[in-house]
């Protein structure tokens, strides 16, 4: 798809079907960022820590951790190991944040 604009032609980018995006769960922690980071590391390396793909989010006093939903044993084992509490896993951020964090 082209649309014109001033005289110069700009591609609209698609957008990528819901079939073929990453589905993620998301993880309430409360941790400090660096401390999670050593813990995930250690237990499933680097490769473990590709294919997760974490991605942090700052919620107030509280993290967010975002990772691909096949990686959410592992990810749940190697904070369990490290003794850092996981306080709740949804699939979305509103739905964590409402029933766990309650504002």
Same mark, same amino acid.
């Given at each position: ?15 990528? /079907? /819901? ?16 401390? %999670? ?16 793909? /974490?991605?942090? %989010? ?46």
């Amino acid at each position: 798809m082209k649309i014109k604009q001033n005289k110069k032609e700009i591609k609209k980018l698609k957008m990528i /079907p /819901p079939t073929m995006r990453e589905k993620k769960r998301y993880l309430l922690l409360k941790d400090k960022q660096s401390k %999670i980071e050593k813990a995930i590391l250690k237990f499933i390396g680097e490769l473990g820590w590709a294919n997760s793909n /974490p991605q942090f %989010i700052k919620k107030g006093n509280y993290l967010i951790l975002s990772i691909n939903h096949s990686m959410l044993n592992e990810i749940r084992t190697s904070l369990a190991l490290h003794n850092i509490k996981c306080l709740g896993v949804s699939g979305t951020i509103e739905a964590l944040t409402k029933k766990f964090l309650k504002s």
